[in-house]
């Protein structure tokens, strides 16, 4: 069967068709028969070079050999018990000694489900109501953070979710990123902000970069009124290096949420932060959280391979940071828009300067960037189907794929 056919007969069963907003390419998104290294091939005998990587996860590439053997391994010892394993502090110690601020950590089963309980958290430790969160910023899917929310939900115009109550909308206030005095105003003003909560790096309509000092700035007003800050690092966690954004801009959150790279490809949540507020965890403490799959032994197997990977071979950051440098170069003359880049996080905006914040990465021109989407798939290059999400590049993409995606770009790009 064929992709279109495989859609027509997932839109009558699944709303959409697809399992996740994002995914739902007009007029049908191509199915996926398997993907190594940075390739995918599709249903349809197509073979695409990879710059998705599943929005993340796969900083090794598809089916990466050392992952693969950890999750056999495992999975010849069974894949679920319902109790401890020893995968549970092997995992929580590597996590802990890379983040300066993890000294506790919880694993669950998704960044949503990281970021939910985080907040909780949050709420349950300071006892003060409300958060604070950043315009455009994207925290998964649940009801406090569907609030002018990043990624899917920009992208399909639907920043604000329906089903969500207005009272629970109304305790999540917005600021703009890179906006230092409306935090510092928003937090005088108002003395029942339990948690300000941001990607460090805004991932989920960018990459976004923060201004030089932002985020120590961020550092210090949180402290000055007493509001705790919570890092959530689901994309940059690994991502922009060992220890994440925490680490290469050397600002320490109170509380960590975690995700994505740290499951080697397969689901994983974790949160994270100062002790004592992590001892305010069930059954430590009164801030309930709980999950059949939390900290299941395959997510648990494949991020530690992952993780021990990256920790033997230090120098793929910077291998990761010359090649997007190389793709930048390509378009560098080009006038229709500009490429942000930040280590192995990539993105051409179709705005002359790189956005700021929301309000500037909504002026990019989406037509645009659709057209221009498409011109790259028939090229062979997949890149994710929004101007709102970030391309990544994997340690399995190879100096040929560097130049085939050059080459894309310049063709692709009209000026
Ligand atoms: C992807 C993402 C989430 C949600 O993680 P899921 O595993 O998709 O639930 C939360 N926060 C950020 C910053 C993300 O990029």
């Known amino acids: ?33 398997e993907a190594s290294g940075s390739r995918i091939r599709t249903v349809d005998g197509e073979e695409l070079t990879d710059c998705c990587m599943a929005y993340g996860p796969l900083l090794l590439g598809h089916s990466h050999p050392e992952i693969r053997a950890a999750i056999e391994e495992q999975l010849e010892r069974g894949w679920l018990y319902g109790t401890p394993t020893p995968l549970e502090p092997e995992f929580a110690s590597l996590l802990v000694g890379d983040h300066p601020g993890l000294e506790m950590v919880r694993f669950v089963s998704s960044g949503s489900e990281a970021t939910m309980a985080a907040i909780r958290l949050a709420r349950g430790f300071s006892e003060k109501k409300e958060i604070v969160k950043v315009e455009g910023g994207f925290h998964g899917a649940h009801d406090g953070v569907l609030v002018q929310a990043g990624s899917g ?10 089903g969500v109550l207005p009272e629970v909308a109304a ?97 994983i949540g974790a949160f994270g932060g100062r002790r004592e507020i992590m001892e305010m965890v069930a059954p430590a403490g009164p801030v309930y959280n709980a999950g059949t799959f939390s900290g299941n032994p395959l997510s648990l197997a494949a991020g530690k391979a992952m993780i021990e990977w990256l920790h033997a ?103």
């Open 171 to 267: 305790r999540t206030r917005q600021v703009p990123y890179n906006d230092l005095d409306a935090l510092d105003a928003i937090l005088s003003r108002n003395t029942d902000i339990a948690a300000f909560i941001l990607e460090p790096v805004m991932g989920n309509i960018g990459p976004v970069l923060p201004d030089r000092d932002y985020l120590a700035g961020v550092r210090e007003i949180t402290h000055a009124h007493d509001v705790l800050l919570i890092f959530d690092e689901v994309i940059t966690g690994y991502r922009v290096g060992i220890g994440g954004a925490q680490v290469s801009y050397g600002v320490r959150p109170d509380i960590t949420t975690l995700g994505k790279i740290i499951g080697g490809g397969l689901p």
């Open 1 to 33: 069967m064929k992709s279109s056919e495989f859609f027509r007969e997932a839109k009558a069963l699944i709303p959409g068709g697809v399992s996740s907003p994002v995914r739902a390419i007009r007029p049908y998104p191509f199915y996926t028969r």
């Open 313 to 415: 071979n230090r120098g793929v950051y910077r291998t990761l940071e010359e090649k997007t440098g190389l793709i930048a170069e390509a378009v560098s003359g080009k006038r229709c828009g500009t490429m942000v880049t930040l280590g192995s996080m990539f993105k051409f905006f179709f705005r002359t300067s790189p956005p700021r914040n929301y309000a500037e990465a909504k002026e990019c021109d989406t037509a645009a960037f659709r057209h221009f989407w498409e011109k790259m798939l028939q090229q062979g290059i997949f890149l994710p189907p929004s101007q709102f999400e970030t391309n990544f590049l994997s340690a399995a993409h190879s100096d040929q794929d560097i130049e085939a995606i050059c080459t894309a770009y310049r063709a692709c790009l009209s000026g």
């Open 153 to 162: 939900a920009t992208t399909l115009g639907i920043p604000d979710s329906a």
